[in-house]
């Protein structure tokens, strides 16, 4: 409930860290409004105005489109099933919080495994 509090407060009342600065801060403000259309790619243009947005101006797009675009990261991977990119330490994991049902039935109907 405390996160969908402060989405609903709107991204004007979030308080962006200093080191985020710019175009990075633009993109970040234009994409996340309250209201959905009032964010960028709902404005005229769409999608194309996203794209044309200052901060992807060094961002190949049909290098996208056509899949040859390299990642920015490339984790090493020694096997297929290497798992050592993701593992946590435990005193990093957010802590557990037990579920408890409340009764109301809100997620009847969910998959489940």
Sequence with gaps: MEIYAKVMQ???RVRIPAKI???TTHIITDLLRRDPSDRLPMKD???EALK???FFQNFDWSALKARTLEPPYKPEVQKQKDLKNFV???AESPPHIE???DGSGWCEGFATV
């Design 10 to 12: 709107g991204i004007t």
């Design 21 to 23: 600065k710019g175009d």
């Design 45 to 47: 243009g769409g999608t």
């Design 52 to 54: 044309d947005h200052v």
């Design 88 to 90: 946590r330490k435990w």
């Design 99 to 101: 579920y408890r049902d």
